[in-house]
């Protein structure tokens, strides 16, 4: 399933085209998949519609990918046939601990053909063993909202029994809540979202609060992830923070739909007493690695709605306009 051109989904429905291209080739240090599973991601919204759009159309997206090696290019050792591997949105780097802000980051599915098709190549560092825990379907957004959620977990620098706040409560923050009761099990965890499905999920999750994005919560919060693409959130949540408080927003790109939000900010009432914002970029191999361990531990159970690979156009459109309770994935036969 390939995009083929920058639209706007509320007025397109079938934003990628289904294409037959020949079997890639993996070149030297490379791997081939045969591709089970793809998660659907909210930053695949973003490409097609130009927010951070692919630097060379056509494309295949998709960024939370599980397969098996089907291929070994020249030189690679560290894989074997019909190893089950994952690939997330990073596809290469410069291999340093800030990788994923290294102009050498290269985003799969947006820089380089990902994972809505049959087969993907990917340098075999970049492709992490699946644990057995795992069905395809439950993996694939394990790799990305998941992965990213697990590093902005670890960016909001929160100790066990600090609480924290997640605003908007789709496909990562569903896995963050089960990952902090984890990590911080004294940690209360408190839940804004703006329409009710959401708020009764992070409630069924064990949420120890739940309320509206704009609400307050009873005590002041250590950390909030905001995995929205708006700025409502944003203020909101600077104004339920403690003093030395940390916001991590969780988005590649915002959308500008409610920008206006912006002019509430008062000094005072939300940034003042070092409150402070940090933004989440990207992912490195290692974060993904060190998080699917821990979440077959747990183990993580995301919510999957599973599509045929054929109507991924469907499960984008239905991702940008209904609310989310869970992960779209695509399943490839
Ligand atoms: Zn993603």
Redesign the pocket.
Known sequence: MQMTRIVSLTEEDEPLTLTELPKPEPGPGEVLLKVHACGV???ELDEIEGRTPPPRLPVTPG??VVGSVVALGAGVQSHEIGARLGVG?IHKSSGSNEENVSPAFEATGRDTNGGYAEYMTVPADYAIPIPEAFTDEQAAPLL??GA?GYRALRLTELENGEPLGLTGFGGSAHIVLQLCRHLFPDSAISVFAKDEKSRAFARSLGADWVGHTTDTAPDALQAIIDTTPAWTPVVAALANLRPGGRLVINAIRKEDGDKEALLGLNYHDHLWLEREIKSVANITARDIADFLPIAARIPIRSTVEVYPLERANEALVALKRAPVTGAKVLRID
């Open positions: 991601c909210h930053t960024h939370e949105w990305c909202a990213i």
